[in-house]
């Protein structure tokens, strides 16, 4: 049954004006940063207010991976509302959760002033000396050298 409602989607997809598909994916990535900012703030309110394990229940519940739904948390719990740009997705924010709280600030206003995609972010954050050598390293040879380290 699933497989049937894929390739009708797909084709329903296919048979879309371009510029209707461009209006459907940009709703869907809305869609997705929505998504992964109320999963996380689900978490993080959870566990404080009631000191459960909401990731666990999220898992059971949404299907999601557990490492998933800890991200969204670090990330919801790092922006609160106030602090969150609306016109950045929630992977601009993800990018530099990390960072202090000033300095995250200081990216994200640089990100909206300059319109900056993500991949444009990630470029700049990469120029960034104080990052580690290994982000800028291929994925093969962070494995290998995990797995030499290990």
């Given at each position: ?15 879309l004006a371009d510029p209707t ?73 993800q990018l530099v959760a990390a ?5 995250q600030d200081e990216l994200l ?42």
């Amino acid at each position: 049954m699933v497989k049937h409602q894929e390739e009708v989607l797909d084709r329903t997809f296919a048979a879309l004006a371009d510029p209707t598909r461009r209006a459907l994916l940009a709703r869907l990535g809305v869609l997705r940063d929505l998504t992964s900012w109320a999963m996380g703030d689900w978490i993080v309110a959870g566990e404080a207010l009631f000191d459960e394990n909401r990731v666990a229940q999220g898992v059971e519940v949404t299907g999601r991976a557990k490492a998933t739904l800890q991200e969204y948390a670090r990330v919801a719990a790092r922006f609160p509302r106030g602090r969150r740009r609306r016109e950045l997705s929630f992977t601009h924010h993800q990018l530099v959760a990390a960072r202090p709280p000033d300095e995250q600030d200081e990216l994200l206003d640089r990100a909206m002033a300059n319109s900056w995609s993500v991949e444009e972010l990630r470029g700049i954050l990469g120029e960034d000396p104080a990052l580690s050598t290994r982000r800028n390293r291929c994925r093969s040879e962070v494995e290998v050298l995990e797995l030499v380290q290990d």
